[in-house]
């Protein structure tokens, strides 16, 4: 009875507090814990971080999964990522409460997942999550019985009831209680939830013939989805959609129809303008809390940006917009500066949250900027970037240009006046540096890298910078070199040690990558950059295409995965088994190999009716 009101209760409750939550955190750990769980020998910093929680937290591992099955304890399952602000908050209130530990420790398996080490765990349990609840964001809080398959789910619980949500401490307490008078509803439960999401994604579709209409069809929904007052598609919490924003383009270079260019080219200028992106030292956040792209939630992730850099290059090719070119070598210039190590490799993200609050290291006080800058550029610059004493977010200034301040131009004319603006950004630039920093997330993760690497192709492209063409160089031979041994892409890598993890996206968007770099680089020596695509393409059919001309995310076989996950649409990164056919189609094209068309071919064809049905 009680399990039942649990999971009536909090569902009904999850229709309206199931919190997206990808804010950035704090990974600061107090030092005076001296407890050391079962993560202190981890390689993710997210992992790390809770090292030290009083919860005896695992890594999903052989020992913790076999743990749960010989103690006959149900799994505790946490899955966040090291710059998610809400992951943070959880830990504070509840993971790093002793009271709710010693619950979690002597009735559960806790587990902590990064996902972004483990995209493939994440994939599955997400969808358990958002099918039980209807919502989806991290962090995520999954039950599962001693088979891994979950009975109850949802993501971020305050530690007690609070503003009408349940408490984890209450939860965790309840569930343990059902779990020992009811278990065999809770198996029961867990089975059914198991076979009605599984049947849901293993739900074969007829293959259909594709057409131009589907194109169409998808098109006119994004389109349905757009804000004309402030870009973007659908409301706050607004992100950026580099990919619909990449389709929408490319539809109309196909269909001439300008109201898509229009609409792109509306939300790269109001993201360009915004608080969303850094206006001092370049890249963007994850997302912004309001329609206006004001207010960020301050974290910024290298597959943000690199996705943007080649969203805004497109549309500076289309266009000829210099503002465009301006946000591509700004970010790119921040990715250079700020998140690429010496090997070559790029770091995954950089936290929002200093000294304990977020956004600190970002925003700034009038009176602040007042003392920094000289007269004559002070009243400039308040005005062009909408600096005033009351502030725009917490009594502090988040930097954004609108209509009325872009066109401000004091009584300069205009290149002495865009001169004395670039004056101020770097004497508040240099004192902003001085501030103690957020931390950084180093992992690299190879199919960011990739991406990474097809944004500096893209930025080469379009500017000649031989910086741009370097790093592209450098990344590429980084990953050839030091993240492909024993005839397989490493997944993640920090100080030296390797996840070995075999994942389809890393062969995705690093062949992605190669592709650009070999039609970018104009050295005699790009042969090789074709050649070492197609050589990771091949690896990739062998690990992730099964006899039915269908991607998943992992090799067959795994026995730590309650089904083999694939990913047909695309989410906050774009799909990698698209990205494998377009790979594939491309790969034709520079070889005139049909074998790989017929790949690609065979691969749409499976998908056809999905796509007809969800275009």
């Known amino acids: 009875m009680i399990f039942r009101l649990i999971i009536l209760t909090t569902l009904i409750l999850f229709n309206f507090i199931a919190c997206g939550a990808e804010k950035a955190g704090n990974m600061q750990k107090n030092s005076n814990h ?6 202190a020998n981890e390689n993710s910093p997210y992992l790390l971080s809770h090292s030290h929680n009083p919860v005896d937290w695992y890594p999903w591992s052989e020992e913790a999964l076999e743990k749960a099955k010989s103690e006959d304890k149900l799994i505790f399952l946490s899955i966040g990522y090291a710059a998610c602000h809400w992951c943070h908050v959880m830990e504070r209130e509840s993971f790093e409460n002793k009271e709710i530990a010693q619950i979690l420790n002597e009735n559960f398996i806790s587990i902590k997942v990064d996902r972004e080490q483990r995209p493939d765990l994440d994939e599955i349990y997400m969808s358990f999550t958002t099918a039980l609840t209807g919502h989806g964001g991290w962090p995520m809080t999954v039950f599962l019985t001693p088979n891994l ?16 949500r349940p408490g984890f401490k209450k939860l965790i307490t309840e569930i ?20 009605q999401v599984n049947q849901r994604i293993n739900n074969s579709v007829a293959t259909t013939l594709l057409n131009k209409n589907f194109m169409d069809k998808g098109a006119t929904q994004l389109l349905q989805s757009f804000d004309p007052v402030y870009g973007g598609l659908g409301q706050a919490p607004k992100f950026p959609h580099a990919t619909e924003l990449s389709y929408m383009l490319r539809y109309y270079r196909l269909s001439g129809d300008l109201s898509y260019l229009q609409a792109v080219k509306k939300t790269l200028l109001m993201m360009a303008r915004g608080g969303i992106y850094d206006q001092l030292g370049g890249g963007f956040a994850r997302y912004s809390t309001d329609n206006m792209w004001l207010i960020p939630h301050f974290e910024k992730m290298l597959y943000d940006n690199a996705l943007l850099v080649s969203v805004y290059a497109e549309a500076y090719q289309i266009t000829g917009n210099e503002e465009y070119l301006n946000i591509v070598t700004g970010t790119l210039d921040f990715i250079l500066r700020e998140i690429t190590d010496k090997t070559g490799g790029f770091y995954s993200a950089i936290d929002a949250d200093s000294e304990g609050h977020e956004g600190k290291f970002y925003v700034w006080g009038y009176e ?3 003392n920094l800058l000289p007269e004559n550029l002070f009243e400039s610059f308040v005005k062009y970037y909408n600096v ?36 101020a950004k770097d004497i508040l630039f240099v004192a902003r540096s001085k501030r103690i920093r957020p931390l950084t997330d180093d992992k690299q993760l190879t199919s960011w890298n990739g991406m990474a690497l097809t944004a500096f192709c893209k930025g080469y492209q379009i500017t000649g910078n031989s910086r741009y063409l370097k ?7 980084f990953v050839n070199d030091i993240l492909f041994k024993n005839s397989n892409l490493t997944h993640s890598y920090r100080e030296g040690n390797h996840l070995r993890t075999q994942m389809l996206e890393d062969y995705a968007f690093y062949v992605d990558g190669l592709l650009n770099l070999y039609e970018t680089d104009p050295s005699g020596n790009n042969n090789k950059w074709l050649e070492l695509a197609i050589k990771m393409t091949e690896r990739a059919i062998e690990l992730f295409m099964d006899k039915n001309s269908r991607f ?8 730590d995965l309650i089904y083999r996950p694939s990913e047909e649409s695309d989410g906050a990164v774009p799909a990698s088994g698209s990205y494998m056919i377009r790979n594939l189609i491309k790969i034709n094209r520079l070889t005139e190999n049909k074998n790989y068309l017929s790949l690609a071919e065979s691969c749409l064809k499976s998908l056809s009716g999905y796509i007809a049905k969800s275009p």
């Open 34 to 39: 001296t407890f050391t769980n079962h993560l």
């Open 149 to 164: 398959k979950p009975f109850f789910a949802g993501t971020y619980f305050p530690p007690d009831d609070r503003y009408g």
């Open 388 to 423: 005033t004493p009351q502030g725009n977010f917490e009594g502090k200034n988040i930097l954004n240009l609108t209509e009325e301040s872009f066109r401000y131009k004091s009584t300069q004319n205009e290149k002495d006046f865009l001169n004395n603006i670039e004056k």
């Open 471 to 477: 790093a592209a160089v450098n990344n590429a031979t």
């Open 368 to 370: 602040e900027i007042k």
């Open 176 to 195: 343990s209680t059902a779990y020992k008078t009811e278990r065999e509803q809770i198996w029961e439960s867990s089975d059914n939830i198991f076979k």
């Open 552 to 559: 998943y995310l992992r090799p067959e076989g795994l026995n």
